[in-house]
């Protein structure tokens, strides 16, 4: 999972991250019964703190976007919940807008856009195969 902290944006980062799990859930990024990191994990790897994560969790739990497991960890819900999923797929839908607006701007098409797009995604893809391979 890829989750991006911008510190002077003035949003608090416990948002920040749960909008970026709902919305990576929205876009099945994540899918329904998919593992999330750790809290300590993820606290590492955003240079958090491991409350801050946990308070995370716990509130998209009570949304029901995630299941806590006792001793397994913390899962993204089976069964998500309908309406909050529209409204995240509303909310990347006017991201996308905004980027095919300042993609015209620059003068370039679809298909150009289309290439950065899953230049992007195997970019990801592969920066999350290296933080899971073995170390030799």
Same mark, same amino acid.
């Given at each position: 999972?890829?989750?991006?902290? +911008?510190?002077s944006?003035?949003?608090?980062?416990?948002?920040q991250? @749960?909008?970026?799990?709902?919305?990576?859930?929205a876009?099945?990024?994540? @899918?329904?019964? +998919?593992r999330?990191?750790?809290v300590?994990?993820?606290?590492?790897?955003?240079?958090?703190n491991?409350?801050?994560?946990?308070?995370?969790?716990?509130?998209?739990?009570?949304e029901?976007?995630?299941e806590?497991r006792?001793?397994?960890?913390?899962?993204?819900?089976?069964?998500?919940?309908?309406?909050?999923m529209k *409204?995240?797929?509303?909310?990347?839908r006017?991201?996308v +807008?905004?980027?095919?607006?300042?993609v015209?701007?620059?003068?370039?098409? @679809? +298909?150009?856009?289309? !290439?950065?797009? !899953?230049?992007?995604?195997?970019?990801?893809? @592969?920066?999350? !195969?290296q933080k899971? *391979?073995?170390h030799?």
């Amino acid at each position: 999972m890829f989750i991006r902290i +911008d510190p002077s944006s003035g949003m608090p980062i416990t948002r920040q991250i @749960a909008e970026q799990i709902r919305t990576q859930c929205a876009s099945g990024a994540v @899918a329904p019964g +998919d593992r999330l990191p750790s809290v300590r994990q993820l606290a590492q790897e955003l240079a958090v703190n491991q409350n801050t994560i946990l308070r995370v969790y716990e509130r998209l739990t009570v949304e029901g976007l995630l299941e806590r497991r006792h001793g397994d960890g913390t899962y993204v819900a089976d069964h998500l919940p309908v309406g909050q999923m529209k *409204a995240q797929r509303l909310l990347v839908r006017t991201e996308v +807008d905004r980027l095919v607006q300042r993609v015209q701007t620059l003068g370039l098409g @679809a +298909d150009e856009l289309c !290439k950065l797009v !899953k230049q992007a995604f195997e970019e990801l893809a @592969a920066g999350q !195969k290296q933080k899971g *391979a073995p170390h030799e």
